[in-house]
């Protein structure tokens, strides 16, 4: 099946998301996308490490190496209070923009 | 907060970056290794799981790239690695990094340099309270209304009392006058300039004193004008910066006055000379003096513009024209910003300086472009390699910039170490004497911040485009094609380039070579005095014991009579001076030779019918000493010179020059003719004998016409302003060798005569006269100096493209030197590029300077702005250096070994 691009604005989103149900490295997020997404989604990890930087750059997350489940060094990212805010407001304006997009297309 | 959470970060990420990068290299290696562990899991191979992984990653250099450059502040860190980058590839190519660095260093130094002369002379605001409100009142006659000529004391007054425009207005006059810190000190030594002004004058320029006061009471001359105010100069050198001198008695031409202030450091009025201040005297009695002494200065009052003062001025010109008709009919009134009347002698010839270093910065850009570029396309490889890495073309842009910038820090900070060097040797001319405000050149924060912001400029230009050509290019033939055989895209850019260098080059060479012509011609305009062996110095006697005042005249001049031992004592001086060994012969004379005429007088011839414009042109009048002419070598044409037996007893005598002779009796001969002086109580007078023509300045090239009378007979009794030129006589001494080792004895004969008298202001005719051409020599120096860099750099320019055409076609010609081409032919092939580059810059150059060599005209002496024989030198002698810089490169081609060439790949 062919993959979706990510939509623009989308991904920090998402990672955001699936970092407030729990901690998570970056080989994770990136599994974890791809199975939510029921495998439309497949994040390159050439995008998807330079947002987990900017993110934690600019507070919204921290991350901490810890051993994984089998044994392996990684690095966890887990959401701050910055990032919790910024998840609701983010969800919450993608909700409005979806259910806009969804009455243009539904109504037309 | 939040951009101080980022701020933090930013800084944590370049403080802590190897950590960083260390970190970033463990997250990607745990990525792949948890993306193979579940291939593995899912049955594949470790090797195939390991390499599907990297796959996944999409390349771990090129990720952490992007993750480098997503993050806040990356372009802190690129910058800098960029600016390490470039470092060690200017480290790997020191002749490129060295011409580069000169280049600039000679543009941005020359540019600094002349900017701190302009920027202390030209955009420095005056250090008076809101100085553009400050106007000179100028009158001048009708029909040469740029004039600048003072007010007399009448005009002065109607100026103050009638207008509406001005809140203030004062006038001040020049006078030389010796300060004797020590009140018991009658002689006080060297007279120094002073300026006297009207209490009204202060309040004009809103300055106060550092110390004490100003003058407040000019309402009553006669006290005012024994107070005194110090210059900080004066202060500091004669009074030693003493806080106390307010009060201290000194002595002013041998009269008591009162020290009541000290000016600040820098303060001046028009003149920078200037020592000191005294209050003007002036009664109802010199009211209606006809002298124009007085320069006006006048502040606006608020909201009054320049034209309002102008149309008011006019009016009042025209009413004083009917009142006072004898000073002022025919003359105009004139305003001028104090500003224009400071830099209008210096404004063109500093902004044409500026213009020129603008230009050869522009070349010295031109140049740094012109090895960027071939420096750039050696490095094609590099380029593509990284771009095939994952580096993006603006990433590439953005270190070819870096490593711009870096060169032009570099340039920039040996640009001012030049420009503090080139400073240094120009102060140490003492540009002062002509040059305004000259004493203010330094490089303060705001000539740095020039140099910085030129230095920026000229970083974007020459950095920008060359990263412009490499960005275009794609990676692949880059890699693939190491060494090209023509083709190369931006060689034409190259070529205009040096084209325009040419002709830049040549229109700057060619204003210079005007210049210095005029100056040769300038220098060869002797004035006809044989200066060699002459030594000049000056003699004053005091005042009090050889002048007795005798009122006032009608006109409103103070009248006085002299000493007859005046007379005696110069020439007893005169009679010593020649006794001294070594010295051939002394004459004496009021008025120092080889310099403006002092006093401008009418001549008439009488029995001799007035010719039409007779008494249109002053008369230099000159007071001198028996064997006047035999000494400065002045040939006496027919009949004799003045001797010790013309006195006033004997029969008044003149002797006229060949000028004057011919317009007061063409064609017949002057001896024996009587003339009459128009000057106080001068009889008439019988020519004895006429000299040869002697040019006053060696900027003169028409002779004027000069009469000379003996010293001896001048009539004693006189007026106010004679009495100083009267006291103050120079003495010309003609020695057999050197007279720099008789000075001592010299001293001591005149201390002989009259002890308390002083020789100063000591000079070698010779020094004196070269003096007059300095501040010329020394602004052509400067220009010269700058097209010569210019040319320098363009011919380095020139050398630089051939030199590089034939680097890059080493195997195209060694393929034509083995299939057996000539000689000539392969010097053609290399010459004839450059060869076509030049001409199209000459032939441009020359246009160009047609066009613009007009704009020196007022700069030039003797020679026409389109001069064909400077025109054709300069042209043809950078024709030659132009050709020389292709033929050396063009040698080394003939010498390239074809099997070597071929081999090179």
């Known amino acids: 099946m062919e993959k979706l691009d990510v939509p623009q604005g989308t991904l920090d989103l998402m990672i955001l998301t699936i970092l407030a149900r729990e901690p998570m490295h970056g080989y994770g997020i990136s599994q974890r996308l791809a199975v939510l997404s029921h495998d439309h989604f497949h994040v390159n990890p050439g995008s998807l490490f330079p947002s987990l930087y900017r993110l934690e750059q600019d507070g919204k997350l921290k991350a901490e190496w810890r051993t994984s489940e089998n044994n392996r060094r990684a690095k966890y990212y887990r959401l701050t209070p910055a990032g919790k805010r910024q998840l609701e407001q983010q969800r919450e304006r993608w909700n409005r923009a979806s259910f806009a997009v969804t009455s243009v297309l539904e109504g037309a | 907060m939040k951009l101080l959470h980022r701020l933090a970060s930013v800084v944590r990420w370049i403080a802590h970056r190897n950590k960083a990068?260390?970190?970033?290299?463990?997250?990607?290696?745990?990525?792949?290794?948890?993306?193979?562990?579940?291939?593995?899991?899912?049955?594949?191979?470790?090797?195939?799981?390991?390499?599907?992984?990297?796959?996944?990653?999409?390349?771990?250099?090129?990720?952490?790239?992007?993750?480098?450059t997503a993050r806040h502040g990356a372009w802190i860190d690129e910058f800098w690695r960029d600016v390490l980058h470039g470092l060690r590839q200017l480290r790997r190519a020191p002749v490129f990094a060295v011409t580069v660095v000169v280049?600039?260093?000679?543009?941005?130094?020359?540019?600094?340099?002349?900017?701190?002369?302009?920027?202390?002379?030209?955009?420095?605001?005056?250090?008076?309270?809101?100085?553009?409100?400050?106007?000179?009142?100028?009158?001048?006659?009708?029909?040469?209304?740029?004039?600048?000529?003072?007010?007399?004391?009448?005009?002065?007054?109607?100026?103050?009392?009638?207008?509406?425009?001005?809140?203030?207005?004062?006038?001040?006059?020049?006078?030389?006058?010796?300060?004797?810190?020590?009140?018991?000190?009658?002689a006080g030594g060297e007279p120094v300039a002073g300026q006297r002004v009207h209490a009204t004058f202060p309040p004009v320029f809103g300055v106060q004193p550092v110390l004490g006061t100003w003058f407040t009471d000019?309402?009553?001359?006669?006290?005012?004008?024994?107070?005194?105010?110090?210059?900080?100069?004066?202060?500091?050198?004669?009074?030693?910066?003493?806080?106390?001198?307010?009060?201290?008695?000194?002595?002013?031409?041998?009269?008591?006055?009162?020290?009541?202030?000290?000016?600040?450091?820098?303060f001046e009025i028009l003149n920078g000379e200037t020592q000191f201040w005294t209050a003007s005297r002036w009664s109802e009695a010199t009211m209606a003096s006809p002298s124009r002494m007085l320069v006006v200065a006048a502040r606006l009052k608020p909201g009054v513009t320049m034209q309002q003062a102008q149309a008011e001025m006019n009016v009042l010109a025209g009413n004083l024209a009917r009142e006072f008709p004898q000073t002022n009919k025919g003359w105009g009134i004139h305003l001028e910003?104090?500003?224009?009347?400071?830099?209008?002698?210096?404004?063109?010839?500093?902004?044409?300086?500026?213009?020129?270093?603008?230009?050869?910065?522009?070349?010295?850009?031109?140049?740094?472009?012109?090895?960027?570029?071939?420096?750039?396309?050696?490095?094609?490889?590099?380029?593509?390699?990284?771009?095939?890495?994952?580096?993006?073309?603006?990433?590439?842009?953005?270190?070819?910039?870096?490593?711009?910038?870096?060169?032009?820090?570099?340039?920039?900070?040996?640009?001012?170490?030049?420009?503090?060097?080139?400073?240094?040797?120009?102060?140490a001319q003492n540009p002062m004497t002509w040059l305004p405000r000259a004493d203010g050149i330094t490089l303060d924060a705001g000539v740095l911040t020039f140099a910085v912001v030129v230095s920026a400029a000229s970083s974007i230009l020459f950095g920008l485009l060359p990263s412009w050509t490499v960005s275009r290019r794609t990676p692949t033939p880059a890699i693939k094609r190491t060494?090209?055989?023509?083709?190369?895209?931006?060689?034409?850019?190259?070529?205009?380039?040096?084209?325009?260098?040419?002709?830049?080059?040549?229109?700057?060479?060619?204003?210079?070579?005007?210049?210095?012509?005029?100056?040769?011609?300038?220098?060869l305009n002797r004035p006809g005095i044989d200066p060699t062996n002459l030594l000049a110095f000056q003699v004053r006697l005091p005042l009090g014991e050889m002048v007795t005042p005798t009122g006032r005249d009608a006109g409103g001049f103070f009248t006085m009579k002299f000493s007859p031992r005046v007379s005696q004592i110069f020439s007893q001086i005169q009679e010593r001076l020649s006794a001294v060994p070594g010295v051939q012969s002394v004459a004496a004379s009021v008025v120092a030779p080889a310099t403006p005429a002092q006093f401008q007088i009418s001549v008439?011839?009488?029995?001799?019918?007035?010719?039409?414009?007779?008494?249109?042109?002053?008369?230099?009048?000159?007071?001198?000493?028996?064997?006047?002419?035999?000494?400065?070598?002045?040939?006496?044409?027919?009949?004799?010179?003045?001797?010790?037996?013309?006195?006033?007893?004997?029969?008044?005598?003149?002797?006229?020059?060949?000028?004057?002779?011919?317009?007061?009796?063409?064609?017949?001969?002057?001896?024996g003719r009587e003339i009459t002086i128009d000057f106080v109580n001068d009889p008439p007078r019988q020519v004895v004998g006429v000299v040869a023509d002697v040019r006053e300045t060696s900027r003169q090239r028409d002779f004027a016409p000069h009469v000379f009378v003996p010293d001896a007979q001048l009539p004693l009794a006189s007026r106010g302003w004679f009495q100083s030129p009267r006291l103050t006589m120079t003495y010309l001494v003609r020695t057999s060798t050197d007279p720099q080792p008789l000075v001592g004895s010299l001293r001591s004969a005149v201390s002989e005569v009259y002890r308390s008298q002083p020789i100063y202001g000591i000079k070698m005719m010779e020094d004196a006269m070269a003096e007059q051409l300095a501040s010329w020599e020394q602004y052509l120096m400067l220009l010269g100096a700058f097209a010569a860099i210019a040319a320098v750099l363009t011919i380095v320019g020139v050398y630089g493209l051939v030199a590089y055409g034939v680097g890059r076609r080493t195997q195209e010609i060694g393929i034509r030197r083995a299939l057996g081409a000539s000689t000539s032919a392969v010097l053609r092939l290399v010459l004839r590029q450059g060869f076509i580059l030049i001409s199209i810059g000459l032939a441009v150059g020359v246009t160009g300077s047609l066009a613009v060599t007009r704009i020196l005209q007022g700069l030039l002496w003797g020679v026409s702005p389109t001069d064909p024989l400077t025109?054709?030198?300069?042209?043809?002698?950078?024709?030659?250096?132009?050709?020389?810089?292709?033929?050396?490169?063009?040698r080394r081609a003939l010498g390239i070994n074809p099997i070597a060439a071929l081999r090179v790949e």
């Open chain 2, 604 to 671: 008439s011839a009488i029995g001799q019918p007035q010719a039409a414009d007779q008494g249109s042109e002053p008369i230099g009048w000159f007071p001198v000493s028996p064997d006047y002419f035999r000494t400065l070598g002045v040939a006496v044409v027919r009949g004799r010179e003045f001797t010790k037996s013309d006195s006033l007893a004997s029969t008044q005598v003149a002797v006229v020059n060949e000028t004057l002779a011919r317009r007061l009796w063409p064609g017949e001969d002057p001896i």
């Open chain 2, 103 to 186: 280049t600039l260093a000679l543009g941005i130094g020359a540019n600094t340099l002349a900017f701190s002369i302009v920027h202390a002379v030209l955009v420095r605001e005056l250090p008076y309270r809101n100085p553009d409100r400050i106007v000179l009142v100028w009158f001048s006659p009708s029909d040469e209304p740029d004039e600048r000529a003072g007010a007399t004391l009448q005009n002065y007054f109607a100026v103050r009392d009638r207008s509406q425009a001005f809140e203030f207005v004062g006038s001040t006059s020049s006078i030389q006058a010796s300060i004797a810190v020590d009140p018991d000190d009658v």
């Open chain 2, 337 to 427: 910003p104090v500003y224009d009347a400071y830099t209008w002698r210096a404004r063109r010839p500093l902004l044409l300086l500026q213009g020129v270093v603008a230009l050869v910065l522009l070349i010295a850009c031109a140049n740094v472009i012109g090895l960027l570029l071939a420096r750039a396309s050696t490095r094609q490889q590099e380029f593509a390699m990284r771009m095939a890495l994952g580096s993006s073309r603006g990433r590439l842009v953005r270190q070819l910039f870096a490593e711009s910038v870096l060169l032009a820090c570099i340039g920039c900070v040996c640009g001012v170490a030049l420009a503090f060097a080139g400073l240094r040797a120009f102060m």
């Open chain 2, 218 to 266: 000019a309402d009553d001359p006669a006290t005012a004008a024994r107070k005194l105010v110090l210059s900080h100069r004066l202060w500091q050198q004669r009074f030693g910066g003493d806080p106390t001198v307010i009060g201290r008695l000194v002595r002013v031409d041998g009269q008591e006055a009162t020290v009541i202030g000290v000016m600040p450091e820098g």
């Open chain 2, 483 to 523: 060494t090209g055989v023509g083709g190369v895209p931006h060689h034409q850019l190259r070529g205009a380039l040096v084209s325009s260098q040419v002709a830049v080059a040549l229109v700057l060479l060619i204003a210079a070579g005007l210049l210095v012509n005029s100056i040769v011609r300038l220098s």
């Open chain 2, 21 to 68: 990068e260390q970190d970033l290299d463990d997250e990607l290696q745990s990525f792949v290794d948890m993306a193979a562990a579940d291939q593995i899991r899912d049955g594949t191979t470790p090797a195939e799981a390991r390499r599907r992984a990297m796959i996944q990653l999409g390349g771990v250099e090129p990720t952490k790239e992007r993750v480098r």
């Open chain 2, 871 to 890: 025109f054709a030198l300069v042209t043809v002698s950078l024709a030659a250096a132009a050709l020389l810089a292709c033929y050396v490169p063009a």
